[in-house]
């Protein structure tokens, strides 16, 4: 029996769509190449496309990096960075890394709202 191919441009806009603070939607490979990615309409990139992949890429070195501490502190739920011009969230799946920033300044339960569908969303990735 063969897996379901999932589409992966339906799941970044599934996630781009879940909110109206939401800004960018990638899936990431666990080497840092970006698989999908999404841009809300009417939202600009503060980055570079190429500024975007080296960005990716730091993305997937840190996960590995992070691995490390895995048995001593647990799996990474999530990572949040909060920076001055945007939010930049982190998801690991089994396969894959799912990277979406936000407006700044979002209240911190719709962040975890949001967190939680997510990880629902790309539980297969």
């Known amino acids: 029996m063969t897996a379901k191919k999932?589409?992966?441009?339906?799941?970044?806009?599934?996630?781009?769509?879940l909110d109206?603070?939401?800004?960018?939607?990638?899936?990431?490979?666990?080497?840092g190449h970006i698989r999908e990615a999404i841009m809300?309409?009417?939202?600009?990139?503060m980055k570079t496309q190429k500024e975007e992949e080296h960005f990716c890429q730091q993305?997937?070195?840190r996960r590995s990096m992070?691995?490390?501490f895995n048995k001593s502190l647990g799996k990474v739920r999530y990572v949040h960075v909060e920076r001055e011009k945007?939010?930049?969230?982190?998801?690991?799946?089994?396969?894959?890394?799912?990277?979406?920033t936000m407006e700044?300044?979002?209240?911190?339960?719709?962040?975890?709202r949001l967190i939680t569908k997510i990880?629902?969303?790309?539980?297969?990735?």
């Open 40 to 45: 809300k309409s009417g939202k600009t990139s």
């Open 66 to 68: 992070r691995k490390e």
């Open 59 to 61: 993305v997937a070195q």
């Open 86 to 100: 945007v939010t930049q969230m982190v998801v690991y799946t089994k396969r894959n890394i799912v990277y979406f």
């Open 6 to 17: 999932i589409d992966l441009l339906d799941v970044v806009e599934n996630i781009i769509n």
């Open 20 to 31: 109206s603070k939401m800004r960018f939607a990638a899936i990431i490979s666990l080497n």
């Open 104 to 112: 700044p300044e979002t209240p911190i339960d719709t962040k975890i």
């Open 119 to 125: 990880k629902k969303i790309t539980s297969d990735l």
